[in-house]
């Protein structure tokens, strides 16, 4: 399925969005609160991580495809 450059970048800044919401949650629950463990911690670094490099590559320009 090909989107176009439009529905790319609402769904990049969707994926930007959740992972706000997950760097909060993290702030929050784990540093501030201390109401989530390690292992939680983690899982919604990598999750925020991984988010970001799918916005990132759905930003990317329609021609290039990382050759």
Same mark, same amino acid.
């Given at each position: ?7 790319? %970048? ?9 992972? +706000? !919401? ?6 929050? $629950? $784990?540093?501030? %609160? %201390?109401?989530? #463990?390690?292992?939680?911690? #983690?899982?919604?670094?990598? &999750? &925020?991580? $991984?988010?970001? +490099?799918? !916005? +990132?590559?759905?930003?990317?320009? %329609? #021609?290039?495809?990382?050759?």
């Amino acid at each position: 399925m090909r989107f176009n450059k439009d529905q790319r %970048e609402g769904l990049a800044k969707v994926c930007d969005n959740l992972a +706000t !919401a997950l760097m909060l949650a993290v702030i929050l $629950g $784990g540093w501030v %609160e %201390e109401k989530i #463990g390690v292992a939680a911690i #983690g899982n919604l670094l990598l &999750s &925020s991580v $991984g988010l970001v +490099t799918l !916005a +990132t590559v759905l930003r990317r320009k %329609e #021609g290039h495809h990382g050759d």
